[in-house]
């Protein structure tokens, strides 16, 4: 595990490694000079087979310099080493960087690399043009075959609206390339066991923009005597449009340790994220400064969480009072800035009493027991 660090520490700080004969230690090579957004490319690398065995940082970069991919891959028994990686479709166009890194006794080599980056071009169909049926000869009737009916897949909940994963799949990309990965020959609304025409329906009603407010119609009445009545006619205001406007990824450790993405604890996490702490502008200031701490460290914790099944269930098992002390959110109203500062601070200190102090205490005392 601190090698894993000590590697991320290393790539952060890569301007300053040391690079001479870094290609005699390190090298690697792209499957293709020139890729595609949404295609997936294949690096292969070699150490010195002397130092087979040891972690290599990989990072990855577009053309703007936000970074596609950071992970640590082992050689094997002959120094080689692989990754295989998807380019994101938001990727910008251009020069994509790679770095390599290893570190042997005490010094860090490092080896750079690029490859061109092009937007994806979804081609054409040709028309094909239909030949002339001679008037002699009568068309044979034309077999309609019926539209193939797929099973509905086994993570949809059927309580659920079906708008609930068609606002995923729209709003998160983490989810739509996830969708795609597990599930290649099934469209979103194949999946949900909806029709095209029932998703549409959807897209075009969570897309669409809120109608303007009405103003109030007023409505004078004059009678004969000298009292005038007066009514006011007010149309009923039309339901805002809703509309997610949170972008966040998804949680990797929770959801490296519970299995899945759809898993009822992750679930339960991103509908807090999105419908009661981002709801405020506070909420929202605080999951901008814990995410740039939280994905800084977390890939590296998921992926040792796959490779260590211990570990995996230690971290289910310490996640578990944090999930708890989460559930007292659904049973209090969050509408003020206030509220969500008073609740906030409240399950943070409740969590740091049940992680720190609880622990400390009993500690001490049983040091003085014993002791």
């Known amino acids: 595990?601190?090698?894993?660090?000590?590697?991320?520490?290393?790539?952060?700080?890569?301007?300053?490694?040391?690079?001479?004969?870094?290609?005699?230690?390190?090298?690697?090579?792209?499957?293709?000079?020139?890729?595609?957004?949404?295609?997936?490319?294949?690096?292969?690398?070699?150490?010195?087979?002397?130092?087979?065995?040891?972690?290599?940082?990989?990072?990855?970069?577009?053309?703007?310099?936000?970074?596609?991919?950071?992970?640590?891959?082992?050689?094997?028994?002959?120094?080689?080493?692989?990754?295989?990686?998807?380019?994101?479709?938001?990727?910008?166009?251009?020069?994509?960087?790679?770095?390599?890194?290893?570190?042997?006794?005490?010094?860090?080599y490092s080896e750079s690399g690029s490859a061109s980056v092009k937007k994806a071009v979804i081609p054409s169909t040709p028309a094909v043009e239909e030949e002339p049926i001679p008037a002699a000869d009568a068309p044979e009737p034309e077999v309609v075959a019926e539209p193939e009916t797929k099973e509905r897949l086994s993570f949809v909940d059927e309580t659920k609206d079906p708008s609930h994963y068609?606002?995923?799949?729209?709003?998160?990309?983490?989810?739509?390339?996830?969708?795609?990965?597990?599930?290649?020959?099934?469209?979103?609304?194949?999946?949900?066991?909806?029709?095209?025409?029932?998703?549409?329906?959807?897209?075009?009603?969570?897309?669409?923009?809120?109608?303007?407010?009405?103003?109030?119609?007023?409505?004078?009445?004059?009678?004969?005597e000298p009292v005038i009545e007066e009514t006011i006619v007010a149309e009923p205001e039309p339901e805002p449009a809703t509309t997610q406007s949170s972008k966040g990824g998804g949680c990797l450790i929770a959801t490296a340790a519970f299995g899945s993405e759809m898993a009822p604890q992750v679930q339960f996490l991103r509908e807090l994220r999105d419908n009661t702490v981002l709801q405020t502008q506070s909420g929202t200031t605080f999951m901008t400064g814990f995410n740039q701490f939280y994905y800084s460290f977390s890939p590296y914790v998921a992926d040792y969480e796959r490779e260590n099944p211990i570990f995996k269930e230690a971290v289910k098992v310490t996640l578990t009072p944090l999930l708890t002390s989460l559930t007292l959110l659904n049973y209090v109203e969050v509408d003020t800035e206030e509220e969500m500062l008073g609740y906030g601070i409240g399950i943070i200190l409740l969590n740091v009493g049940m992680y720190f102090v609880a622990p400390a205490v009993l500690i001490i005392s049983l040091k003085k027991r014993f002791l």
Not at 76 to 85: K, M, P
Not at 173 to 179: L, M, P, S, V
Request: zero cysteines; charged letters at 25%; hydrophobic letters at 45%.
């Open 1 to 108: 595990m601190m090698k894993v660090i000590l590697l991320f520490a290393l790539l952060v700080l890569v301007p300053f490694v040391y690079t001479a004969s870094a290609s005699e230690i390190i090298s690697f090579s792209l499957d293709k000079y020139s890729v595609k957004q949404g295609e997936i490319a294949e690096l292969n690398g070699k150490i010195q087979q002397n130092n087979a065995g040891k972690p290599v940082g990989i990072e990855i970069k577009d053309a703007d310099g936000d970074i596609i991919l950071i992970r640590t891959v082992t050689a094997d028994s002959s120094g080689n080493f692989s990754l295989e990686f998807k380019v994101p479709t938001s990727a910008a166009v251009g020069t994509l960087s790679i770095i390599a890194i290893v570190e042997i006794d005490g010094l860090a």
């Open 166 to 224: 068609v606002k995923r799949y729209l709003n998160e990309e983490t989810y739509k390339d996830w969708f795609h990965e597990n599930f290649p020959d099934y469209t979103i609304y194949e999946g949900i066991g909806i029709t095209q025409e029932e998703y549409r329906t959807i897209v075009n009603e969570l897309t669409k923009p809120a109608e303007p407010i009405p103003e109030p119609v007023i409505e004078e009445t004059i009678v004969a």
